[in-house]
């Protein structure tokens, strides 16, 4: 009986130490991929990462955060992921990816008063241009040489800030936003008019995780990824 007990004891510590710990799912508002509605997260990122995680036999929370918190909170824990975030060569190395769960187009917009020709990265990258901190897009526009970003919190400030004074530190001339939403996130934030000046490369979204996740939780998303 004492036998069985130390057995019985050994296999409930052991079967606690296999279970893989509830990842922490990470996101920002950014419809239609995710968003916060009442207390659950939707969007067709948010969904394609819950059938994923249920695909991989696990337990994960979604939490909304401003995107540069999401971002910093990511590399920094373990058994932590990101979603739905573009797979941008500087980021390559900094998680480990799974996916896609989704793609999105990018463009980049003004004001109907800016009347400068821009054709092409080359011609916008030393303009004034609004992004998010830590966002993908500000990864790419720099790969491509852009030398002028000017980076906010939320995307939800950028419109604003193309109607500031060209004084202003703050002001921009140009702002690079998912294209799908651009218009709808400009009119709610009191920009009314935009004009799209430049359509960016379609890119595919991903869960992307912490490296340092355990490894089981890991091999697991890996599997579950490639049904």
Not at 45 to 71: C, F, H, P, R, S
Not at 153 to 176: G, H, M, S
Request: glycine share 4%.
């Amino acid at each position: 009986m004492k036998r069985n007990a130390i057995v019985l004891a050994a296999c409930t510590a052991f079967c606690f130490a296999a279970q893989a710990k509830p990842l922490e799912l990470l996101t920002e508002n950014n419809p239609p991929y995710n968003y916060a509605e009442g207390t659950a997260v939707k969007g067709t990122g948010a969904d394609a990462v819950n059938a994923l995680i249920q695909k991989a036999g696990l337990e994960g929370k979604m939490t909304v955060l401003k995107w540069e918190e999401a971002y910093a909170r990511t590399q920094r824990n373990a058994n932590t992921c990101i979603f739905s975030t573009a797979r941008v060569p500087s980021r390559e190395r900094l998680f480990k990816w799974y996916g896609p769960i989704a793609t999105n187009e990018w463009a980049i917009y003004a004001l109907p008063t800016f009347s400068k020709p821009v054709t092409s990265i080359k011609e916008a990258r030393f303009h004034k241009i609004g992004a998010v901190k830590h966002d993908a897009k500000v990864d790419y526009l720099r790969s491509e040489g852009a030398s002028s970003i000017r980076e906010a919190e939320k995307d939800t400030d950028n419109p604003a800030r193309l109607a500031k004074p060209k004084t202003d530190p703050d002001y921009i001339e140009l702002w690079v936003t998912t294209r799908a939403t651009a218009k709808d996130v400009a009119a709610k934030n009191g920009v009314k008019e935009i004009k799209e000046v430049l359509v960016l490369p379609i890119q595919n979204l991903y869960l992307a995780c912490n490296p340092r996740t355990e490894k089981a939780t890991l091999e697991k998303l890996e599997a579950a990824s490639k049904k």
